[in-house]
């Protein structure tokens, strides 16, 4: 069993950053993909980034594309996502996912294995 904890939520002002954490138990988090999800109010779970096991291989949606970068320490067992240039429009609740045993990056929610409690971004104007 793999148990994720997001922290690093909170209130913002647009423009600003913020960086969330995902700590993995586990210790075979080095071949966990992982990724990044949000999911605001009457809207779907959006996948925001993944990385791959070996870090290699990164991809972003469209909407936070040169805006937020995800990052994967495997001798912490930590994933990061690190947000940039906010928006009222990110306002959600962040997920971070893993993917036990897969190579690449998963971008459907479906494939993912393990999910973490969520975390609160809000963004104000």
């Known amino acids: 069993q793999v148990q994720l904890v997001e922290s690093g939520g909170g209130l913002v002002q647009a423009g600003g950053s913020l960086r969330l954490s995902c700590a993995a138990s586990g210790r075979a988090f080095s071949r966990y993909a992982m990724g990044w999800f949000r999911q605001a109010p009457g809207k779907e779970r959006e996948f925001l980034a993944g990385v791959s096991w070996s870090g290699g291989y990164i991809y972003y949606s469209d909407s936070v594309k040169g805006r937020f970068t995800i990052s994967k320490d495997n001798a912490k067992n930590t994933v990061y996502l690190q947000m940039n240039s906010l928006k009222p429009e990110d306002t959600a609740v962040y997920y971070c996912?893993?993917?036990?045993?897969?190579?690449?990056?998963?971008?459907?929610?479906?494939?993912?294995?393990?999910w973490g409690q969520g975390t609160q971004v809000t963004v104000s104007s």
């Open positions: 996912a893993a993917d036990i045993n897969n190579p690449g990056v998963p971008r459907r929610s479906t494939l993912y294995d393990y």
